[in-house]
Antibody, heavy 119, light 111 residues
C-alpha cells in the first residue's frame, strides 16, 4: 500500500518561498500522477496542482503564477514550491496520489504538514 | 466561495439516513465524475465515493453516492457516531485550462 509523507519547514516568512517534499513509499513515483492540496485552518480543501512522473504539470489558475512542482524519480519524491508567501497561504499542505485525466480521485494522502506564514 | 456548493452542516440521530448535497454547473458536475471525501477531526481526508457512486474497498455500503445533472448527493444510512466528520465533494472543472474543485464541506453531527 502506497504511503506518502510531507516534509518541509513549518514556518515561512512573508514574501519568501515555501518548499515542500512528498516522499512516496510502496509504489514507484514513475507510474502515477501526484497532487498537492491545502487546507487553511477551519476551512475547506483547495487543489494546488498535479504533476506526472514525466514532469508535466497542471496548476490551479488561482495559484499558477506562484507555484512550481517537480519530480525526483531517483528519490521517489515530488516537490512543491510556492513563491511570495503571504498569511493567506497558511494552511495544512497535503500530498496525494492522483490518477490524472478528468478525475478528482485522491486514493492515498499524506498526513499533512502545517505551514505558517509569519515574520 | 467554493465552486461546488454544499450545506455547511447536517445532522441526524443514530440509525437515521442523512443526505448531503453538492451543487455545481455544466463545467464540473454536469460533465465530469463526482468524488466524495470524509475527513475525521485532525486527520487527512479519505476517499469515500469515486466516479459518482463507486465505493473503494473497505468503505461500508451504508455510504452511497448519486448524481443527476449538475448536482450530486452523498447518502449515509444507518448513521453511526463514527460518521461524525466533515464531508467534501470534488470534481474536475473544464473551465479555463481545467482544474479540480472542491465543495466547501459539510460538517455532519450525529446527535
Amino acid at each position: 500500500q502506497v504511503q506518502l509523507q510531507e516534509s518541509g519547514p513549518g514556518l515561512v516568512k512573508p514574501s519568501e518561498t515555501l518548499s515542500l517534499t512528498c516522499t512516496v513509499s510502496g509504489d514507484s513515483i514513475s507510474t502515477n500522477y501526484w497532487s498537492w492540496i491545502r487546507q487553511p485552518a477551519g476551512k475547506g480543501l483547495e487543489w494546488i496542482g498535479r504533476i506526472y512522473s514525466s514532469g508535466s504539470s497542471i496548476y490551479n489558475p488561482s495559484l499558477k503564477s506562484r507555484v512550481t512542482m517537480s519530480v525526483d524519480t531517483s528519490k521517489n519524491q515530488f516537490s512543491l514550491k510556492v513563491r511570495s508567501m503571504t498569511a493567506a497561504d497558511t494552511a495544512v499542505y497535503y500530498c496525494a496520489t492522483d490518477i490524472g485525466g478528468y478525475s478528482s480521485k485522491f486514493e492515498s494522502w499524506g498526513q499533512g504538514t502545517l505551514v505558517t506564514v509569519s515574520s | 466561495q467554493s465552486v461546488l456548493t454544499q450545506p455547511p452542516s447536517a445532522s441526524g440521530t443514530p440509525g437515521q439516513r442523512v443526505t448531503i448535497s453538492c451543487s455545481g454547473s455544466s463545467s464540473n458536475i454536469g460533465s465530469n465524475y463526482v468524488y466524495w471525501y470524509q475527513q475525521l477531526p485532525g486527520t487527512a481526508p479519505k476517499l469515500l465515493i469515486y466516479s459518482n457512486s463507486q465505493r473503494p474497498s473497505g468503505v461500508p455500503d451504508r455510504f452511497s453516492g448519486s448524481k443527476a445533472g449538475t448536482s450530486a448527493s452523498l447518502a449515509i444510512s444507518g448513521l453511526r457516531s463514527e460518521d461524525e466528520a466533515d464531508y467534501y465533494c470534488a470534481a474536475w472543472d473544464d473551465s479555463l485550462s481545467g482544474l479540480i474543485v472542491f465543495g466547501g464541506g459539510t460538517q455532519l453531527t450525529v446527535l
